[in-house]
């Protein structure tokens, strides 16, 4: 029997940040959660702070180490250091999220900066697909048999593993509207695409036990949407502990006949 872990990268602020604490509430799964920075002590102690109890102590269940996306042999490093924590004839990845994210908007073709646009497409395209590189052999096989007994403790476990690509709503040509925000537009299409290729794979190699998606997480209060927090309908801007609430349950509902597509924070689909 294979035992579950999670994988989120990165964790050190927004999303990342307030989804790791949320699954450290709800879940009983040990997790791996990474940063950019060396300074482990500190990243956990913030996403640790007011979760223990008498009840309940997550601190067992999290390691955090280094990783940098657009440092290709820090997440070779952390794959290492996986193998060793979680090996893979006892342990299986059940939920990987690979956040990385940076906007530079631009709203025409004359504001495009080549150098920020680069930066773009090292973080948004070049990020998920190296964690993809390195992580996605520890995704559970066709043969697997899955112990999840006991691993949920108010967000509900998938029965199959899911590795999650986080995407935006901006990355649907379909629903382009308004044009502008030319690199992250389509560093998010690219992103949607690496997510289709991801599940063709794990259809071949993992089967029904395993599926990858893109997700849409809506305009969140978080530092990478701040300068546009005045446009959206106060409505439909949510604030970080809502939005992962949403993120875990709609990732957890999914079904393997919605594999290899984008999904929103109200369970819809994102056409491309």
Known sequence: MSRPWILLCPSTR?????????????????????????????????????????DDDPSGRLEVITADVTAEQT????????????????????????????????????GIDCAKALETFKVNVLGPMVLMKYFEGFLPRKGTVMDLEGTSHGTAVPRHAVWVNMSARVGSVSDNKLGGWYSYRSSKAAVNSLTKSLDQQLVTRSGDNAMAVSYHPGTVKTELSKEFWGSVANDTLLDPEAAVEK??????????????????????EVLP
């Open 14 to 54: 927004g999303i990342g940040f307030h989804l790791t604490r949320h699954l450290l509430r709800t879940t009983r799964i040990p997790i791996l959660a990474t940063a950019r920075s060396p300074d482990h002590p500190s990243v956990r102690s913030s996403l640790l702070a007011g979760l223990i109890s008498e």
């Open 75 to 110: 997440v070779a490093a952390a794959a290492r250091r996986a193998h060793t924590l979680f090996p893979p004839h006892t342990h299986h990845l059940h939920l990987a999220f690979a956040l990385p994210g940076i906007l530079h908007p631009e709203k025409s073709p004359a």
């Open 247 to 268: 993120m875990a349950n709609v990732v957890a509902g999914l079904g393997l006949d919605q594999r290899g597509r984008c999904w929103d924070y109200k369970g819809q």
